[in-house]
């Protein structure tokens, strides 16, 4: 069973801060890799998504998360951070042909003006 | 066009009781899948329908809890005799076959 570690429960930055978030599995075989978003009173939603191809996927909002398959891990990253991303971030996997998600336990991302 | 829709968006109810929480998935996604979502934990995956089948039921924590889907479109999940540890928010997606996965906006199920 694949199983997903997000490290950082809560980070705090100042805009203009760049920001990167880790996200680490654990499963033997091919995989699809996700990251959702919830923003305050809102329902989870898709930045970004790896299946195959090109390891550094561009998603919406300026994210991106690079796919290191060596190191079980898929970051995602942001140059310069807004106000209006502070939301709950979580990273999600599943094996390939597998439909159901296993996400990790979300990090916190409080922007500060 | 709309997205997947949750009823009821909060649920009280009394240790014991049967609670019936609903999806409506967006038109013409074949897959939906039903999560949980505990207090400062990510979704825990509980079942997946491909059409009207339960592909997937391997999360469903015990035989309380049983979900339909009887025309392949709208689901319900099915909680009998609710405890405590129930209480958690309770999430739908749908999506096309080995796509994205779309979620609703959750039901809150609060068991006194």
């Known amino acids: 069973a694949q199983s997903v570690s997000q490290h950082n429960h809560h980070v705090i930055l100042s805009e203009a801060a760049s920001l990167e978030l880790g996200c680490n599995y654990s499963?033997?075989?091919?995989?699809?890799l996700f990251w959702y978003v919830q923003y305050p009173g809102q329902h989870l939603q898709l930045l970004l998504k790896?299946?195959?191809?090109?390891?550094l996927v561009k998603g919406i909002k300026g994210f991106e998360a690079e796919f290191i398959k060596s190191k079980f891990s898929f970051n995602l990253r942001k140059p310069s951070v807004q106000w209006s991303d502070t939301a709950e971030y979580f990273c999600?996997?599943?094996?390939?042909?597998?439909?159901?998600?296993?996400f990790g336990t979300g990090t916190r991302l409080t922007i500060i003006p | 066009g709309a997205g997947v829709s949750q009823t009821p968006s909060n649920k009280v109810t009394e240790k014991g009781k049967y609670v019936e929480l609903r999806c409506d998935p967006i038109?013409?996604?074949?897959?939906l899948y039903w999560y949980r979502q505990s207090l400062g934990q990510g979704p825990e995956f509980l079942i997946y329908?491909?059409?009207?089948?339960?592909?997937?039921d391997s999360g469903l924590p015990n035989d309380r809890f049983f979900a339909v889907r009887p025309e392949g479109s709208v689901s319900t999940l099915k909680i009998q005799r609710t405890e405590r540890g129930d209480s958690a928010v309770y999430l739908c997606?749908?999506?096309?076959?080995?796509?994205?996965?779309?979620f609703g906006p959750g039901t809150r199920l609060t068991v006194l």
């Open positions: 997606a749908s999506s096309q076959k080995y796509n994205e996965q779309f």
């Open positions: 499963y033997g075989g091919t995989v699809n």
């Open positions: 790896y299946f195959s191809g090109d390891p």
């Open positions: 999600a996997v599943n094996a390939l042909g597998n439909e159901k998600l296993t």
């Open positions: 038109s013409g996604h074949t897959a």
């Open positions: 329908f491909q059409g009207t089948g339960a592909a997937d």
